[in-house]
Nanobody
C-alpha cells in the first residue's frame, strides 16, 4: 500500500512563493508519473502539473511560467514550487500517483494580504 504525504502549505501574500513536497512510501515511485491537483472551495479538483517518471513536466495553462514541478527519485519525493502566487491559487493541493491511483491527504495554500 503506497502512502503519499504532502507538506509545505501555508499562508502567503500575493506575489509570494511556497514549495510543496510529497513523499511516497514505496519504491514504485521511481517508475510512476506524479501529479499535483488542487481544489478550491466550491470548485472541482483540477490538475495543476504532472511529471513523468523520467522527469518531463507538464502544466495547466493557468500556472505555466509560475509553478515548477520536479522530482527526486532518490528521496521518493515530488515537489511543486509555487511562485508569483495569486489569490486564485488558494486551494487544497493534493499529490497523486496515477499508477496506483493513490492520493495524499492534501496541504492547504492560502494566498491573502
Amino acid at each position: 500500500q503506497v502512502q503519499l504525504v504532502e507538506s509545505g502549505g501555508g499562508l502567503v501574500q500575493p506575489g509570494g512563493s511556497l514549495r510543496l513536497s510529497c513523499a511516497a512510501s514505496a519504491i514504485i515511485f521511481k517508475v510512476s508519473a506524479m501529479d499535483w491537483y488542487r481544489q478550491a472551495p466550491g470548485k472541482q479538483r483540477e490538475l495543476v502539473a504532472s511529471i513523468s517518471s523520467g522527469g518531463r513536466p507538464d502544466y495547466a495553462d493557468s500556472v505555466k511560467g509560475r509553478f515548477t514541478i520536479s522530482r527526486d527519485n532518490a528521496k521518493n519525493t515530488v515537489y511543486l514550487q509555487l511562485n508569483s502566487l495569486k489569490p486564485e491559487d488558494a486551494a487544497d493541493y493534493y499529490c497523486h500517483m496515477p499508477l496506483t491511483n493513490t492520493w495524499g491527504q492534501g496541504t492547504q495554500v492560502t494566498v491573502s494580504s
